[in-house]
C-alpha cells in the first residue's frame, strides 16, 4: 500500500447508529487532517493532528469524534449523525517541521462517501 | 478572513488547445498556494506547489504562476486532452492562520 487509504469508501448508516471512518498513511508524514467536502462548497476542515496531537478542531460538532492512535492512522468517530452531515470526508497528511507552521504539500486519500438517512 | 475564488466554475474547451484557469485570494498574506485535481468521487491529487518566494512552477504540461501582490494565480494547461478532464481546486496558506483555504473549484471538460 503507498500513499492515503480510506476506508470504507462508501458508507449508509442510520441517524442513530455509531460508525467510524479510518485513514492509514504509508508516507512517513507527521500531520493528518481531516476534511469535509460538501456539494458546491469548498473544503471544510474539521479536524488537524501534528505529532499525534490535536492541533486543530474547527469548531465541529461534537457528534464527530477524532482519533489519533500514531502517526498513521487517524480515525473519525461517527455518532447520532444528521441527514447534513451526508458528505465526502476526505484525509490528508503532510511532512510538517516540529512546532512549526503547518505548511507543507498536501496529500489526499480517496475519501469515504458518507450517507446519514 | 482569506476567501479564495475561481472563475469561471465550469469551462469546456476542445481537445488540443492551451488553457488557463484563474484563482484569486483577498489575503495576499500567503505562505504558499496549491492546486489540486479532484476526480469525480476521487479524492485530491496535488500538482503544484508554489511557496510565496516563488513566480512559477512547473509539471510537464502544467504551468502554475503565483502574484501575491494581485492576490491571483494561474494555472496553464498546454495541449490540452481528455484525461485532463477534472475539477480543478487551489487552496492558499496563511500566516498565522496554518490552514489551507480552498477555491470551490473549475470543472474542466476538454472535448475530444
Known amino acids: 500500500e503507498t500513499g492515503v487509504t480510506q476506508t470504507p469508501r462508501h458508507l449508509v448508516m442510520g441517524m442513530t447508529n455509531k460508525k467510524s471512518l479510518k485513514c492509514e498513511q504509508h508516507l512517513g508524514h507527521n500531520a493528518m487532517y481531516w476534511y469535509k467536502q460538501s456539494a458546491k462548497k469548498p473544503l471544510e476542515l474539521m479536524f488537524v493532528?501534528?505529532?499525534?496531537?490535536?492541533?486543530e478542531n474547527n469548531s465541529v460538532p461534537s457528534r464527530f469524534s477524532p482519533e489519533c492512535p500514531n502517526s498513521s492512522h487517524l480515525f473519525l468517530h461517527l455518532h447520532t449523525l444528521q441527514p447534513e452531515d451526508s458528505a465526502l470526508y476526505l484525509c490528508?497528511?503532510?511532512?510538517?517541521?516540529?512546532?512549526?507552521?503547518?505548511?507543507?504539500?498536501?496529500?489526499f486519500g480517496e475519501g469515504s462517501r458518507l450517507t446519514v438517512l | 478572513k482569506q476567501e479564495v475564488t475561481q472563475i469561471p466554475a465550469a469551462l469546456s474547451v476542445p481537445e488540443g488547445e492551451n488553457l488557463v484557469l484563474n484563482c484569486s485570494f483577498t489575503d495576499s498574506a500567503i505562505y504558499n498556494l496549491q492546486w489540486f485535481r479532484q476526480d469525480p468521487g476521487k479524492g485530491l491529487t496535488s500538482l503544484l506547489l508554489i511557496q510565496s518566494s516563488q513566480r512559477e512552477q512547473t509539471s510537464g504540461r502544467l504551468n502554475a504562476s503565483l502574484d501575491k501582490s494581485s492576490g491571483r494565480s494561474t494555472l496553464y494547461i498546454a495541449a490540452s486532452q481528455p484525461g485532463d478532464s477534472a475539477t480543478y481546486l487551489c487552496?492558499?496558506?496563511?500566516?498565522?492562520?496554518?490552514?489551507?483555504?480552498f477555491g470551490t473549484g473549475t470543472r474542466l471538460t476538454i472535448i475530444p
Open positions: 490528508a497528511s503532510s511532512q510538517e517541521v516540529a512546532g512549526g507552521l503547518l505548511t507543507g504539500e498536501l496529500f
Open positions: 493532528y501534528s505529532l499525534e496531537e490535536r492541533v
Open positions: 487552496a492558499v496558506t496563511n500566516f498565522g492562520n496554518e490552514k489551507l483555504t
